[in-house]
């Protein structure tokens, strides 16, 4: 079945780029009925989307976040990324990719188990 | 779109039937999901479309509701059950979650 894996360094400085990538396995990323998203959960918080793409590239971000994320799809790896610049102690979380179904009432299905991210010097 | 759930939190037992709610600050059709979240694991999806349950998860678990108000109900708790709860809903191409609702042992 499709699994989702998130990979990217543990620690990142304050005002520097977050990098993540999440690869998909047993499956196609090029599927014209899922998006990809990213979630992001701080310690002991709930959860916040950050963004979607779709194969084609088309990109959807949370408003509040939109002007530090850039998400990208590399379908030859069957691989999408996440990148939030200029991170502060506010974005330490849990950031998960996970699979959203192109139907009318999307949700996201499955997750990746999630890669904690902390911001500190 | 804001989703609010209520309780924020609850105390139950073994057995017992319970009800989380999950209010849209304006009409999402039937646009919700709803997941359970365990202590360092991913969330997990158990209903979308507001009422269809997801392949594997047990019968007990059902969703109801359109428009505005919404429901989770577990019919008679399991010890695997207790967990924090989200609802989720979309509404063009952005998704929210509700606060969660934390599920603990009485």
């Known amino acids: 079945q499709l699994q989702l894996q998130e990979s990217g360094p543990g620690l990142v400085k304050p005002s520097e780029t977050l990098s993540l990538t999440c690869t998909v396995s047993g499956g196609s990323i090029s599927s014209s009925s899922y998006y990809w998203g990213w979630i992001r959960q701080p310690p002991g918080k709930g959860l916040e989307w950050i963004g979607s793409i779709y194969y084609s590239g088309s990109t959807y971000y949370n408003p509040s976040l939109k002007s530090r994320v850039t998400i990208s799809v590399d379908t030859s790896k069957n691989q999408f990324s996440l990148k939030l610049s200029s991170v502060t102690a506010a974005d330490t979380a849990v950031y998960y990719c996970a699979k959203i179904m192109a139907t009318i009432e999307r949700w996201f299905d499955p997750w990746g188990q999630g890669t904690l991210v902390t911001v500190s010097s | 779109i804001q989703l609010t759930q209520s309780p924020s939190s609850l105390s139950a037992s073994v057995g017992d039937r319970v009800t989380i709610t999950c209010r849209a600050s304006?009409?999402?059709?039937?646009?919700l999901a709803w997941y359970q979240q365990k202590p360092g694991k991913a969330p997990k999806l158990l209903i979308y479309?507001?009422?269809t349950l997801q392949s594997g998860v047990p019968s007990r678990f059902s969703g109801s509701g359109s428009g505005t108000d919404f429901t989770l109900t577990i019919s008679s708790l399991q010890p695997e059950d207790f967990a924090t709860y989200y609802c989720?809903?979309?509404?063009?191409?952005?998704?929210?979650f509700g606060q969660g609702t934390k599920l603990e042992i009485k």
């Open positions: 304006q009409g999402i059709s039937s646009y």
């Open positions: 479309a507001a009422s």
């Open positions: 989720q809903q979309l509404n063009s191409y952005m998704y929210t």
